[in-house]
């Protein structure tokens, strides 16, 4: 539904700040990127769906990536740290997610940040 908080849009890439990184994407085909999301504290890597890291060369890298970053990346609640892990396991299940646009589409590999974890309301902005 349009006023959800994960609706996507009506089609695969329509929504204009998606559109925009998508065609910056192609153009420019980076080796690494990071994208920011809210909330919650974790380091999220490919693959959205379980069962399709098996068919990744790089799951191992993309898992020790988000596993040592999360290390050093404090969460809002003091003495605690980032979780680590692919959106299925540390969240839900995500099909067309940035990380596995990003990794299949141009082979880039990166991670996807979880903020504002103790932020009033969780998502920021409202």
Same mark, same amino acid.
């Given at each position: 539904?349009?006023?959800?908080?994960t609706?996507?849009?009506?089609a695969a890439?329509?929504?204009?700040?998606t $559109?925009g990184l998508v065609?910056l994407?192609? @153009?420019?085909r980076?080796?690494?990127? /990071?994208? =920011?999301h809210?909330?919650?504290?974790?380091a999220l890597?490919?693959f959205g769906?379980?069962?399709?890291?098996?068919s990744?060369?790089?799951?191992r890298?993309?898992?020790e990536?988000s596993?040592?970053?999360s290390?050093?990346?404090e $969460?809002?609640?003091?003495g605690?740290?980032? @979780?680590?892990?692919?959106?299925?396991? /540390?969240l =839900?299940?995500v099909?067309g997610?940035?990380?596995?646009?990003?990794?299949?589409?141009?082979g880039?590999?990166?991670?996807?940040?979880?903020l504002?974890g103790g932020a009033?309301?969780g998502?920021?902005?409202?």
């Amino acid at each position: 539904m349009t006023g959800d908080d994960t609706y996507r849009g009506p089609a695969a890439n329509s929504e204009p700040t998606t $559109a925009g990184l998508v065609a910056l994407a192609r @153009q420019q085909r980076p080796v690494y990127y /990071v994208t =920011y999301h809210t909330y919650g504290p974790y380091a999220l890597h490919p693959f959205g769906c379980s069962g399709v890291q098996a068919s990744s060369p790089d799951f191992r890298t993309l898992r020790e990536m988000s596993s040592e970053v999360s290390a050093l990346m404090e $969460a809002d609640t003091p003495g605690t740290w980032f @979780q680590f892990g692919t959106p299925w396991e /540390v969240l =839900y299940a995500v099909d067309g997610d940035m990380d596995a646009w990003f990794y299949g589409e141009i082979g880039s590999m990166g991670l996807t940040f979880e903020l504002n974890g103790g932020a009033p309301g969780g998502f920021q902005p409202d």
